[in-house]
């Protein structure tokens, strides 16, 4: 990036609404759609581009992410103009990170060729699960072995970072399949460069959660989903990635730098249908209907919510808490004009002393303690801040 500013980074993320069938689990703004809805999509998406890049002209863009839905059902073609119109439109630095979600059955060699030749340099794979029957039970559309042809073809388009997503507490499986599930990711030729490791979450109004709530379907107990968790740190470790975030892995130097500008609270546009923005102390959407987007992708911009200072306290502290690195404490001071331990100190003073917090290389950085990564949710929620302190 050379000697930009750093506070002058923009991410860009690109939302593709579409997929083949919708997963039992999932509550994206995704669903399925034809070839002539998709082109039409990726028309309005175009005009988005070129129009949000007259507004942030000179603004030096640092990383694109391509999610959804299923940003692998566009055409090579597709891609190639979507980033295209990307390079032209917005100032994108040479050293770019550039990633699109792929879902096995839905790319072939020609397709994962044409990403690589269209900009992408890494591509996040939703595995989930290396057993059938489980990718069954949470309606992925693909096996196992659909995966590892995936995985070779990605390989053989050349590309050189690749994350593989995984998902734990899912119906059915026990301490032992997901085990092997990692044991099966760790034996790829070679190895991933990037692995995310999420336990399941219901969310409410999806079919998985109403089946369970019926009691049709069960899910793995608290004790076997906190197995699932410590055995992916153990045995993840024990191969060579570095968590550097509760729920990611990396080799070195592989690190998401997409998400991790998320955590840090750096600038980032949406585009596309339902995509959210943050741009200082506001934070903004597009809207979610999809006819209106195809429509005027400029006008459909919505729900912008300016951040008092106590929210953006609050969210600097529970998405940088995120990281095993933690935050800086002179980032905190210089974006808000007070010390950590002037805002927050009871907080930190009791977490220090419960074993959850303490601070780093000699005290510029504040982290959580491995015990306190553990219990993450629990440490955070005491950074929220009282209504009348907002």
């Known amino acids: 990036m050379g000697a930009e500013n750093k506070a002058d980074l923009l991410e860009l993320y690109i939302h593709i609404p579409f997929c083949v069938k919708k997963c039992l689990y999932c509550d994206f703004l995704s669903a399925p759609a034809g070839e002539e809805v998709r082109e039409r999509y990726v028309e309005a998406l175009l005009t988005e581009i070129r129009g949000r890049g007259r507004e942030y002209a000179g603004r030096p863009v640092s990383s694109v992410f391509f999610g959804?839905?299923?940003?692998s059902l566009l055409t090579g073609t597709q891609m190639k103009r979507l980033l295209g119109t990307v390079s032209g439109s917005f100032l994108l630095a040479a050293d770019a990170e550039i990633t699109a979600e792929a879902n096995p059955g839905t790319v072939d060699l020609e397709k994962l060729t044409a990403y690589a030749q269209a900009g992408i340099n890494r591509l996040s794979i939703g595995l989930q699960s290396a057993d059938n029957v489980e990718l069954a039970a949470i309606g992925r559309i693909h096996t196992w072995e659909q995966f590892l042809e995936t995985y070779r073809q990605a390989r053989q388009a050349g590309f050189v970072n690749v994350n593989v997503d995984l998902m734990s507490a899912l119906p059915g499986q026990t301490a032992e399949s997901y085990e092997n599930t990692l044991r099966r990711v760790l034996a790829l030729a070679?190895?991933?460069?990037?692995?995310?490791?999420?336990?399941?979450i219901l969310e409410e109004g999806t079919p998985l959660y109403d089946s369970c709530q019926a009691g049709l379907t069960d899910i793995p107990g608290?004790?076997?989903?906190?197995?699932?968790?410590?055995?992916?740190?153990?045995?993840?470790?024990?191969?060579?990635?570095?968590?550097?975030?509760?729920?990611?892995?990396?080799?070195?130097?592989?690190?998401?730098r997409h998400n991790c500008g998320y955590w840090q609270r750096r600038d980032y546009l949406g585009l596309g249908l339902g995509a959210a923005s943050l741009e200082?102390?506001?934070?903004f959407k597009n809207g979610e209907d999809l006819e209106r987007y195809l429509r005027e992708p400029l006008l459909c911009r919505e729900e912008e919510q300016s951040l008092t200072a106590g929210?953006?306290?609050?969210?600097?502290?529970?998405?940088?808490?995120r990281l095993t690195e933690g935050l800086e404490a002179?980032?905190?001071?210089?974006?808000?004009?007070?010390?950590?331990?002037?805002?927050?100190?009871d907080v930190i003073k009791k977490n220090q002393k419960d074993g959850l917090l303490e601070y780093r290389d000699g005290g510029?950085?504040?982290?959580?303690?491995?015990?306190?990564?553990?219990?993450?949710?629990y440490v955070m929620a005491q950074f929220l801040l009282d209504p009348d302190e907002k």
């Open 222 to 256: 608290e004790d076997t989903d906190r197995r699932m968790y410590q055995d992916t740190k153990r045995i993840l470790e024990e191969a060579g990635y570095r968590r550097y975030e509760i729920s990611n892995y990396a080799k070195e130097g592989f690190a998401c």
């Open 280 to 283: 200082g102390n506001v934070r």
């Open 190 to 200: 070679p190895q991933p460069e990037h692995i995310s490791a999420y336990s399941l």
């Open 311 to 321: 929210e953006q306290m609050e969210e600097y502290m529970f998405l940088g808490l």
């Open 68 to 71: 959804g839905g299923t940003p």
């Open 364 to 377: 510029r950085r504040l982290t959580l303690t491995e015990k306190g990564l553990d219990l993450a949710n």
């Open 330 to 345: 002179a980032g905190f001071h210089a974006a808000f004009g007070c010390s950590l331990e002037e805002r927050y100190g």
